[in-house]
DNA sequence: CCGCTTTACGTGTATATACACGCATCATGG
DNA sequence: CCATGATGCGTGTATATACACGTAAAGCGG
């Protein structure tokens, strides 16, 4: 029986989907670095997601949600659900604001003694990657990847 | 009552978790990039994450659900999490080897028609980016991810 | 052939992510 | 004031991710 005309392009496109992707090489790479970073902060008690919402809430002071979770690039809804653990936790506190529909995120005391054992774990990982990967180099890649989001955001 | 003693250091590195850290920078970008290629799979009923997937056993035929999982750098349980959907859906076909202990993963003829549209829509994506972004500009970025990726992997 | 190790995998649990939808509160024009 | 639209959030649901642990099968030395 005769073979199904070749289909280059379809072909091309399978091949570029796991080596051309944005969208892959990000989300791979996002699970391999994450699991680097969170080995290290594991014995902190906290998690890779955990700790730029701690770091936000630190630096942002009581500050509302919707913002916050706008600075982390995360929808509002996700970050409702991550700070429950936090919350839990008493990393951070959610407080009510003068407009009764607002939720302050603040970090706790208990919260502050965390993020500094975690900043401590954190620079290790950092180090270690710097190290590995140059230093200028990393620096280089993250402003392409701020560039990138921007690109991507709507 | 007298001020706290600055800790540059910590302050430091605070600033630095949300602007020079790997993890954080490629767990952000990644959030925004895979929303804008989601919103195009929408219509094809597939999602960001399951493409990789249907390219790989598209393009590595039956292959045991370990070497799969290693060449889309995740973890073996996640692709068998991931999996169960594709399953349900009849895209992939989980079959046993002659190794009792290894499961094949395969394309189905309705994951290849799926895989034939899922293109289409991943490439309108991909070319937005590329064009907004630069084409050149992406290749070298992929390519600099996957050195970090190197890097981290243990 | 048998016991031990190694390999390949699934499950329980916990967290992360975000869309669709709905609710309460605020602001504003009349 | 008050109706109406805008704003700020939470919840239901679905998927994604991975660690710890357990199980079955294969390999292997004796």
């Not at 892959?24 to 080995?39: K, N």
Request: net charge positive; hydrophobic share 40%; aromatic share 2%.
């Amino acid at each position: 029986m005769a073979k199904r005309p070749a289909q280059p392009e379809f072909d091309r496109d399978c091949q570029d989907i796991l080596t051309q992707c944005a969208c892959e090489a990000l989300r791979r790479t996002s699970r391999t670095v994450t699991s680097r970073y969170q080995e290290n902060l594991r014995a902190v008690g906290i998690t890779a997601a955990q700790l730029p919402i701690l770091v936000a809430a630190h630096l942002m002071g009581p500050v509302p949600l919707s913002p916050l979770a706008t600075q982390l690039g995360m929808d509002r809804t996700t970050l409702t659900r991550n700070l429950a653990g936090l919350q839990e936790a008493d990393l951070v506190s959610v407080d009510p604001d003068v407009d009764r529909r607002v939720r302050l995120i603040s970090i706790t005391p208990t919260g502050r003694r965390a993020l500094r054992r975690a900043t401590g774990a954190w620079r290790e990982a950092q180090s270690h990657v710097e190290s590995a990967f140059g230093r200028e180099r990393m620096r280089a890649l993250i402003g392409e990847l701020e560039a990138l989001a921007s690109v991507a955001a709507r």
